[in-house]
């Protein structure tokens, strides 16, 4: 199929729960994607912005409802097979292999799909990881860190790219960084569900904020919404 007859839907989130053993995290959850758009999950910690990143990739206990990527139901798919249809998954933790050389980190990750970017195109959006390649990951800085934990889904062929909290704790220059590496991937046809605290971050970059509160969305923002709903923003996140 042509590029230009794809849906521009990409990911349909429809009456999501989502529980962890007894406890009901996600409560009706609506919310949709579309194709190279970059939208927010915006919220107080505890609103379930995280869990909703977990239970697109099928990393949370039990899912009811449904989750639509690229027109298929992923609900009852195991992560692998998430990820296989160009899910790449971004958490706050990173994830590194800290025992490993930078290089080794991201040779060790198998493609999923076809298209992603070769080592090289990864070296030249992140030159620190360049000079950095032969360092083990525990020498890296958290910087240093959350650039090659998004590197290394870059590599995979991802093309949906879910990020938690990728500036959380980062020097104000690495994360002027990501936010230019977040607008080259955006020009390049990504789709990105961000969740992010640091508004003045976000605000830029996004298409459209969901606003998170108590497990499900209370709200959508379009960008050009942004300046008039600022009040209603700061009232529920407190910014």
Known sequence: MPPDSLPSEILRIS???AFYGESHVLHG???????GELVTLLGRNGSGRTTTLKAIMGLVGKRTGSISVNGREVIGMAPHKVAHL??????EERGIFAS?????????LPKVRSGGMTVDEVYKMFPNLLERRK????????????MLALARILLTGAQILL???ITEGLAPVIVQLLGRVIAQLKERGYTIVLVEQNFQFAAPLADRHYVMAHGHISEMIRKDELSSKMDSLHQQLGV
């Open 29 to 35: 959850v609506d919310m949709a994607v579309n194709r």
């Open 100 to 108: 490993l050389s930078v290089e080794e980190n991201l040779l060790l």
């Open 163 to 165: 990020l938690d909290e």
């Open 15 to 17: 009456n999501l729960h």
């Open 135 to 146: 360092s083990q990951g525990t020498r890296l800085s958290g910087g240093e860190q959350q």
């Open 86 to 91: 160009g899910v790449g998954y971004c958490p």
